[in-house]
């Protein structure tokens, strides 16, 4: 069945996202403060609006895709908010990672009109939004989220509900903070094996089939020309940058903070990350904290 959907916020993990919607079949209407991410979605058969409030004004399904939790409240509760622009039937989508107490307090403002709300953080990075193969960790009402099921299929592979308003964003920095002290640790153990003389390919291999066995080592090795197709094997372009995971980790920091949770690795590598993008690294892809760990000359 066709849907009417709005897509607000066409990055390199929205436009993809918004991308896969149109080739779904789905009527896509979209905007961004970017003319030419717009117009490269628009190329794939998506109609542009002049505004968000415009976009939203006659759709079933609002997706919002954006860098941070003040853009996400500037769109849903500023002067010019989308809530009450879009239909009382609508339901609306958030995908950006934020915290969750700002997940909540869209959530409630939402369904305080009567409107269906779920915070859908993704995984899988902008290859995965290319592929249309993310996972979407969902925090909402069982009705929302099954409303929002069909339509994040379009885009996803692994769709998770992880409980209440917020705790898809909750779910998604946890994942997030472990995948940071992964990749740390991974690029340690890589580097140490360097220097004292190991082939990181082979290195890679003993642990791929050993007890050091992760995700890293599986499908994002961030040792430079152990693995095809990934960012270390492309001067560390493309995929997930560095200041974005410390984003996720200062939003991990700040939940445990209010908890009270012990998180010393994540401190750990919090630490390594901001570190590391103080050196000139924001925009390389999180794997190259390998290069932090390198001898140099």
Same mark, same amino acid.
């Given at each position: 069945?066709?849907?009417? #959907? ?10 993809? *996202?918004?991308i896969?919607?149109? &080739?779904?079949?789905?009527?896509? =209407? ?13 190329? $794939? ?19 919002? *895709?954006?860098? %941070?939790?003040?853009?996400? &409240? ?9 809530i ?14 934020i ?8 959530? $409630? ?6 409107r %269906? ?16 193969t +993310?996972?979407?960790i969902?925090?909402? $009402? ?6 929002? =099921? ?6 996803? &592979? ?5 409980g209440? =308003?917020?705790?898809?964003? #909750? ?6 903070? +472990?995948?940071?002290? +992964? ?19 082979? *290195? ?28 270390a ?8 940058m ?9 939003? %991990? ?6 908890t009270?949770s012990? =998180?010393? *690795? ?7 990350? !901001?570190?590391?993008?103080? !050196?000139?690294?924001?925009d390389k892809?999180?794997?190259? #904290? ?8």
């Amino acid at each position: 069945m066709l849907t009417k #959907i709005a897509f607000i916020g066409l990055g390199n993990m929205g436009g993809p *996202m918004a991308i896969n919607l149109v &080739k779904s079949g789905q009527d896509v =209407t979209v905007f961004d403060l970017v003319e030419s991410a717009v117009a490269s979605v628009c190329k $794939e058969g998506a109609k542009k609006a002049d505004s968000a409030i415009q976009a939203v004004k006659d759709v079933d399904v609002v997706v919002s *895709m954006l860098p %941070a939790a003040a853009h996400v &409240k500037a769109l849903y509760l500023g002067d010019n908010g989308i809530i009450n622009a879009s239909k009382p039937n609508t339901l609306l989508i958030d995908s950006s990672t934020i915290d969750a107490d700002t997940a909540k307090l869209i959530g $409630e403002a939402v369904t305080s009109t009567g409107r %269906a709300f779920v915070d859908a953080p993704v995984s899988g990075g902008v290859a995965g939004a290319k592929a249309g193969t +993310l996972t979407f960790i969902m925090g909402g $009402e069982v009705e929302a989220v099954s409303q929002a =099921t069909p339509i994040l299929q379009c885009m996803g &592979k692994n769709l998770f509900h992880a409980g209440s =308003t917020g705790a898809g964003q #909750i779910a998604k920095i946890c994942n997030n903070m +472990l995948l940071a002290v +992964l990749m740390s640790g991974t690029s340690e153990a890589l580097q140490l094996a360097i220097d004292n003389g190991l082939d990181p390919k082979v *290195m890679s291999d003993i642990m791929l089939q050993s007890s050091g066995c992760n995700w890293t080592l599986e499908k994002y090795n961030p040792c430079p020309g152990v693995m095809e197709g990934v960012p270390a094997s492309n001067n560390y372009q493309g995929g997930f940058m560095v200041k974005l995971m410390n984003k996720d980790l200062s939003l %991990a920091m700040n939940a445990a903070a209010v908890t009270g949770s012990a =998180t010393p *690795m994540a401190s750990a590598a919090q630490n390594l990350y !901001r570190l590391h993008q103080n !050196r000139g690294n924001a925009d390389k892809d999180f794997s190259s #904290i390998f290069t932090l760990f390198e001898r140099k000359p």
